[in-house]
């Protein structure tokens, strides 16, 4: 069973239309990217000493890791020679 469709005839005259519609929706589009844009780069900028912030205090806290861990480590390495030098001393 073959299924036929009404077919439209496109004059120029509708072609044109029809670019003209497209022209005007692609324009459109093109405002309204330029907005969002816009508004993107004012939000950056407002973030920006945020961000800036943000970044102190991670590398504030960056080093207190670092530090903290160094601590543990010292310690860990003078308790361990305690205990060796304490070995040691009794065994002689």
Do not use: C, P, Y
């Not at 324009?27 to 844009?37: A, D, L």
Request: hydrophobic fraction near 45%.
């Amino acid at each position: 069973m073959a299924v036929t469709m009404a077919r439209d005839s496109w004059t120029d005259d509708r072609l044109d239309d029809l670019n003209h519609r497209v022209d005007e929706g692609f324009k459109e589009v093109r405002e309204e990217f330029r907005g969002v844009r816009s508004e993107m780069r004012g939000e950056f900028a407002s973030l920006r000493g945020e961000l800036r912030d943000m970044r102190a205090e991670m590398a504030a806290s960056r080093r207190t890791m670092v530090q903290a861990a160094a601590a543990i480590w010292t310690t860990s390495m003078v308790g361990f020679l305690g205990v060796i030098a304490t070995i040691v001393a009794t065994q002689g």
